[in-house]
């Protein structure tokens, strides 16, 4: 379910003065740099892929309640695109970070289940969401369902995900408390978030068994993710 975006708080400016000495630090940087992209397939090379939009949809979506109707799907034969915000959705499996606590607008279920008949844990699942069928753009119709592969790209980093909620049928743009965490956004559900600049694609006919198989996602979406960016 879709949890509106609101105003981005600022960042904390706390700052703790270095201990470590100049070699673990750069060890440190050269982590944090290696974990930008999951994948060996590049943000730049999926975004110039996804330059053009031949639009799949018959209108268009509003990244959020009270915004203009301006975000078109798009398509072509091996997925579907668009280009939206990102708003957190931290339904499912409460836990610490998603709970009726932290999250105002929580529920305790998502569209789809794991195998073991529980619901997503948004903490720990990198997912999407999907608008719910309409007469603007039906997902079903375009090959993409519950455990569907997608790779979404922020800035230089790409996290792969699986489908895993539906949300309101006029808005777009949203994913998972840990999509949003992987990808560096702000995953917070009461103010995180980001209001431009994601890229979700979502490779047709694909399904994760179980879905909450996170290293399968990968797996698949990075074979995918190639094929696509060298347009076979």
């Known amino acids: 379910m879709r949890v509106q975006s609101l105003t981005l708080a600022a960042a904390s400016a706390a700052l703790l003065a270095p201990t470590a000495p100049p070699a673990t630090e750069h060890a440190v940087a050269r982590t ?4 930008r992209r999951e994948g060996r ?19 268009r979506y509003r990244s959020d309640d009270g915004r203009a109707a301006t975000i078109p799907v798009c398509g072509t034969r091996e997925a579907v695109f668009w280009k939206a915000d990102m708003d957190i959705d931290c339904d499912g499996r409460p836990g610490s970070r998603c709970n009726r606590r932290t999250d105002p607008l929580f529920s305790d279920a998502t ?17 999407i969401v999907v608008p719910a069928p309409s007469r603007i753009w039906d997902h079903r119709a375009h090959g993409v369902r519950g455990g569907a592969v997608a790779a979404v790209v922020y800035g230089d980093r790409v996290q792969y995900a699986v489908v895993g ?59 995918l993710a190639a094929l696509f960016v060298q347009g076979k």
């Open 41 to 59: 397939v590049a943000a730049a090379d999926l975004l110039a892929r996804v330059r053009e939009c031949e639009s799949v949809s018959r209108g």
């Open 165 to 223: 909620d539906v949300g309101p049928g006029h808005i777009i743009g949203e994913a998972s408390y840990a999509t949003a965490k992987a990808l560096g956004i702000r995953p917070d559900p009461r103010g995180g978030g980001t209001p431009s600049g994601v890229t979700y694609i979502v490779f047709r006919n694909t399904q994760v068994q179980p879905i909450e198989d996170h290293a399968a996602a990968v797996a698949t979406g990075e074979r």
């Open 32 to 35: 944090e740099s290696a974990v």
């Open 111 to 127: 569209a789809f289940q794991q195998s073991d008949g529980r619901y997503l844990s948004a903490e720990t699942l990198p997912y």
